[in-house]
């Protein structure tokens, strides 16, 4: 059955939406009629089958929406259900809605509304209610009982009808202030609640007092249809109860300190005053006055340490800065706060800015800029950076030369720009620097050929991949895109890295726990209970020797063996050798007998020279008068060389 638009003409090009509906008691289909100023019905009676034909030049947008007891359940298309939990639905008719079938299912609530709550009023026609999910009450005067699902359909939203105020709404007793016209019940079963819309007839006095001088800040005083209300307010104006009318001020020429009505300060007061006469007399207190220009005292311990500027960034102009107090002038405007931005200096920063107001009372700000206001102090306390954090920063050989320079800074300063060389290097940095941007410079031909393709680096951060180019942005913010805390390693490759197998073996009693093994000077960890480890290519990995104690008539040695070849230790006794493959490394650690004298070097037999860490230091006694003085193993002997 075809079903019209109330009260409409539809020209011959008109399009077609279909509604299938489960139970058409269930719903209203509306649109807002602005030649009428409120809601029509579309379809009147609704059937099963309802194919509304629209003109899209109308601009129509209509809604779905539940009668009382019901509930939108699902508003399908093509078997996608499009209410997606809402109560109502909104469908506005263009072009694309035309031959579209929407099939509509409801709920009958009478199963699960349950609880109650009592509702008396005064003037029904005055009110409107609407439960949680926004299902429409209709009230009368008197008594109403209304019924509700407790877990889903509260709080109760109630207004009035014409957008002025209600005289008076209680819930169990409790009187209810409306936020923005509207009163929020959260009922419960056996919830009580009183409506009086109707005002007493009788009429209360409405004043404003104004600083002497400052008459004018009153602009107009209007009533809610914003007609002038006859009288002049600073003397008083006798007002029916129930008039909602504004107080326009003159904020072009005077700026607010405080206003109260009552004795009652209130907040949020800018450019105007609205409210409603209820039972009593209104008594507004406005402190106000002319702009002007007003002094601000910064106190600042050390001026080197810090920028500060006029207005929301640092491209305002700079302020002279001396050690102690500062005073500045700033200049009021009806259309913004004057504002400071600060900043420290390189290798510095700003440990806190605590605000002082009129009232000496401590404000900490932890933001930039910051509003400054008449009364105002503000002490600023600094310091050095202390750069006491470290990354590790690898660089791959064969990427070094493709690189011009790496920097790290943050938006206010440098933090760490090397020079940096082939392999590991530490940067460090402060908690404060974060968060900063590392920027890799790639180094270019010149001249540039035709059909150039520059390098990119690949950069690993604790051997995972970071996505981007030569720039990458860390933060110390666990959430953060890239989190970066000290001790981590950033690794440079020239192209797509490749790891490789160390395999681990001791010869017999060797002892594992006397030596540590570290890539790019970072431990490696359970290397020794796996017997192996992995390591990227070029990597350098170092083997440290903990020589145990001598003991009478004994020394220790120890040697690393890669690979079938010795690795010659350094003077601390660490063998290094960078990864090139899979590799086998045999470390040995032995306990030799024969030291029990110290003999001089005269008369010594052609053996090896060791130092007393065990390292070998001479092939034979012939070179012992190269050596610097000391002790050391010789032919099982210690000997003291002068």
């Given at each position: 059955?075809?079903?019209?638009?109330?009260?409409?003409?539809?020209?011959?090009?008109?399009?077609?939406?279909?509604?299938?509906?489960?139970?058409?008691?269930?719903?209203?289909?509306?649109?807002?009629?602005?030649?009428?100023?409120?809601?029509?019905?579309?379809?009147?009676?609704?059937?099963?089958?309802?194919?509304?034909?629209?003109?899209?030049?109308?601009?129509?947008?209509?809604?779905?929406?539940?009668?009382?007891?019901?509930?939108?359940?699902?508003?399908?298309?093509?078997?996608?259900?499009?209410?997606?939990?809402?109560?109502?639905?909104?469908?506005?008719?263009?072009?694309?809605?035309?031959?579209?079938?929407?099939?509509?299912?409801?709920?009958?609530?009478?199963?699960?509304?349950?609880?109650?709550?009592?509702?008396?009023?005064?003037?029904?026609?005055?009110?409107?209610?609407?439960?949680?999910?926004?299902?429409?009450?209709?009230?009368?005067?008197?008594?109403?009982?209304?019924?509700?699902?407790?877990?889903?359909?509260?709080?109760?939203?109630?207004?009035?009808?014409?957008?002025?105020?209600?005289?008076?709404?209680?819930?169990?007793?409790?009187?209810?202030?409306?936020?923005?016209?509207?009163?929020?019940?959260?009922?419960?079963?056996?919830?009580?609640?009183?409506?009086?819309?109707?005002?007493?007839?009788?009429?209360?006095?409405?004043?404003?007092?104004?600083?002497?001088?400052?008459?004018?800040?009153?602009?107009?005083?209007?009533?809610?249809?914003?007609?002038?209300?006859?009288?002049?307010?600073?003397?008083?104006?006798?007002?029916?109860?129930?008039?909602?009318?504004?107080v326009n001020f003159n904020t072009a020429s005077y700026a607010i300190d405080k206003f109260s009505v009552n004795g009652k300060q209130m907040t949020d007061i800018y450019s105007s005053y609205t409210t409603t006469v209820t039972s009593e007399d209104l008594l507004m207190q406005a402190e106000v006055h002319?702009?002007?220009?007003?002094?601000?005292?910064?106190?600042?311990?050390?001026?080197?340490?810090?920028?500060?500027?006029?207005?929301?960034?640092?491209?305002?102009?700079?302020?002279?800065?001396?050690?102690?107090?500062?005073?500045?002038?700033?200049?009021?405007?009806?259309?913004?706060?004057?504002?400071?931005?600060?900043?420290?200096?390189?290798?510095?920063?700003?440990?806190?800015?605590?605000?002082?107001?009129?009232?000496?009372?401590?404000?900490?700000?932890?933001?930039?800029?910051?509003?400054?206001?008449?009364?105002?102090?503000?002490?600023?306390?600094?310091?050095?950076?202390?750069?006491?954090?470290?990354?590790?920063?690898?660089?791959?050989?064969?990427?070094?030369?493709?690189?011009?320079?790496?920097?790290?800074?943050?938006?206010?300063?440098?933090?760490?720009?090397?020079?940096?060389?082939?392999?590991?290097?530490?940067?460090?940095?402060?908690?404060?620097?974060?968060?900063?941007?590392?920027?890799?410079?790639?180094?270019?031909?010149?001249?540039?050929?035709?059909?150039?393709?520059?390098?990119?680096?690949?950069?690993?951060?604790?051997?995972?991949?970071?996505?981007?180019?030569?720039?990458?942005?860390?933060?110390?913010?666990?959430?953060?895109?890239?989190?970066?805390?000290?001790?981590?390693?950033?690794?440079?490759?020239?192209?797509?890295?490749?790891?490789?197998?160390?395999?681990?073996?001791?010869?017999?009693?060797?002892?594992?726990?006397?030596?540590?093994?570290?890539?790019?000077?970072?431990?490696?960890?359970?290397?020794?209970?796996?017997?192996?480890?992995?390591?990227?290519?070029?990597?350098?990995?170092?083997?440290?020797?903990?020589?145990?104690?001598?003991?009478?008539?004994?020394?220790?040695?120890?040697?690393?063996?890669?690979?079938?070849?010795?690795?010659?230790?350094?003077?601390?006794?660490?063998?290094?050798?960078?990864?090139?493959?899979?590799?086998?490394?045999?470390?040995?650690?032995?306990?030799?007998?024969?030291?029990?004298?110290?003999?001089?070097?005269?008369?010594?037999?052609?053996?090896?020279?060791?130092?007393?860490?065990?390292?070998?230091?001479?092939?034979?006694?012939?070179?012992?008068?190269?050596?610097?003085?000391?002790?050391?193993?010789?032919?099982?002997?210690?000997?003291?060389?002068?």
């Amino acid at each position: 059955m075809l079903a019209l638009a109330a009260a409409a003409v539809t020209p011959a090009a008109a399009e077609t939406v279909t509604l299938i509906v489960d139970n058409p008691e269930a719903i209203r289909i509306t649109r807002y009629d602005y030649n009428v100023g409120s809601e029509v019905d579309v379809v009147s009676p609704i059937e099963a089958v309802n194919q509304i034909e629209y003109n899209i030049t109308d601009y129509w947008s209509i809604t779905i929406k539940p009668q009382d007891g019901f509930k939108l359940d699902k508003v399908l298309l093509d078997g996608n259900d499009k209410l997606y939990g809402n109560s109502m639905f909104y469908l506005y008719l263009d072009a694309s809605q035309a031959d579209v079938v929407y099939n509509v299912t409801t709920k009958n609530l009478a199963e699960s509304r349950n609880s109650t709550a009592t509702l008396t009023v005064d003037d029904a026609s005055k009110v409107q209610l609407t439960r949680g999910d926004y299902s429409e009450v209709t009230l009368s005067n008197g008594t109403n009982i209304v019924k509700f699902d407790a877990a889903t359909e509260t709080p109760f939203m109630l207004r009035s009808t014409n957008g002025g105020d209600l005289f008076s709404v209680t819930h169990n007793g409790n009187s209810l202030t409306p936020q923005y016209g509207w009163y929020k019940l959260y009922v419960e079963d056996g919830s009580e609640i009183d409506i009086k819309a109707d005002f007493p007839d009788e009429t209360h006095l409405v004043k404003m007092t104004v600083p002497e001088g400052c008459e004018d800040f009153v602009s107009s005083v209007v009533d809610a249809n914003y007609q002038n209300i006859e009288g002049d307010i600073l003397a008083g104006i006798s007002m029916k109860a129930g008039t909602k009318f504004t107080v326009n001020f003159n904020t072009a020429s005077y700026a607010i300190d405080k206003f109260s009505v009552n004795g009652k300060q209130m907040t949020d007061i800018y450019s105007s005053y609205t409210t409603t006469v209820t039972s009593e007399d209104l008594l507004m207190q406005a402190e106000v006055h002319p702009y002007g220009s007003f002094d601000v005292v910064f106190n600042v311990d050390d001026p080197t340490r810090l920028q500060m500027f006029e207005g929301y960034n640092s491209y305002g102009t700079a302020y002279n800065l001396v050690a102690g107090d500062n005073t500045f002038s700033f200049q009021e405007s009806q259309y913004s706060t004057p504002q400071v931005y600060m900043q420290p200096t390189a290798g510095n920063i700003i440990q806190s800015v605590t605000r002082y107001n009129g009232d000496n009372e401590p404000e900490v700000i932890e933001y930039f800029p910051m509003n400054v206001y008449k009364g105002d102090r503000i002490e600023i306390v600094t310091a050095e950076k202390v750069r006491d954090q470290a990354i590790l920063l690898w660089i791959d050989p064969q990427a070094y030369d493709n690189i011009s320079a790496i920097r790290f800074q943050n938006y206010n300063e440098a933090i760490a720009n090397g020079p940096y060389e082939a392999g590991t290097n530490e940067v460090k940095f402060a908690s404060a620097d974060m968060p900063f941007n590392m920027y890799i410079d790639v180094r270019h031909p010149d001249p540039i050929p035709d059909n150039y393709q520059p390098w990119q680096p690949v950069v690993f951060l604790n051997d995972l991949s970071l996505s981007g180019t030569t720039s990458f942005y860390f933060t110390n913010d666990p959430a953060g895109e890239i989190y970066l805390a000290s001790g981590d390693m950033l690794r440079i490759f020239k192209d797509t890295p490749v790891m490789h197998i160390v395999n681990v073996t001791f010869a017999d009693g060797t002892p594992a726990e006397n030596f540590e093994i570290s890539a790019d000077t970072q431990a490696v960890e359970d290397w020794a209970e796996a017997g192996l480890f992995t390591a990227y290519e070029r990597s350098t990995i170092s083997v440290k020797w903990n020589k145990p104690a001598d003991e009478e008539g004994f020394y220790f040695v120890h040697s690393c063996n890669l690979d079938g070849t010795d690795l010659t230790p350094d003077e601390n006794g660490v063998c290094t050798f960078a990864v090139s493959g899979d590799h086998t490394l045999l470390l040995t650690q032995t306990k030799n007998s024969g030291i029990d004298n110290v003999v001089s070097a005269e008369g010594t037999a052609d053996n090896a020279i060791y130092n007393l860490q065990g390292i070998k230091v001479a092939d034979s006694a012939a070179e012992l008068d190269r050596l610097p003085a000391g002790i050391y193993v010789c032919g099982g002997k210690k000997i003291a060389v002068k």
